[in-house]
């Protein structure tokens, strides 16, 4: 059974910073690319980073660039969001999940597993 856990969500002023963590088990996790997605009331789940299986490739949504980081531990089979200078607009549930295969990195709808989020809230 594949599980994703996230954690490290929660209550931060503007400015402040979260580093999210995705644990995941179940799964070949060096050979999934892992993304970081994001949805707040009433939005649609929307890309917000993704990292290739090896760590050695990532990409982002153009409004985070330069605040967040996504990295991975395959040792411990964990993928990590860095969130730096952070804004009331980032507040979301967060979820992580995996898929086989960089096409389609940017769609939710061509990931395999889902976690089940974490709540970031980002006060003004």
């Known amino acids: 059974q594949v599980q994703l856990v996230e954690s490290g969500g929660g209550l931060v002023r503007a400015g402040g910073s979260l580093r999210l963590s995705c644990a995941a088990s179940?799964?070949?996790?060096?050979?999934?690319?892992m993304g970081w997605f994001r949805q707040a009331p009433g939005n649609e789940r929307e890309f917000v980073a993704a990292i290739s299986s090896s760590g050695s490739g990532t990409t982002y949504r153009d409004s985070v660039k330069g605040r967040f980081t996504i990295s991975r531990d395959n040792a411990k089979n964990t993928v990590f969001l860095q969130m730096n200078s952070l804004k009331p607009e980032d507040t979301a549930a967060y979820y992580c999940a995996a898929k086989i295969g960089w096409r389609g990195i940017m769609r939710a709808g061509d990931y395999d597993y889902w976690g089940q989020g974490t709540q970031v809230t980002v006060s003004s």
């Open positions: 179940g799964l070949t996790f060096n050979t999934r690319h």
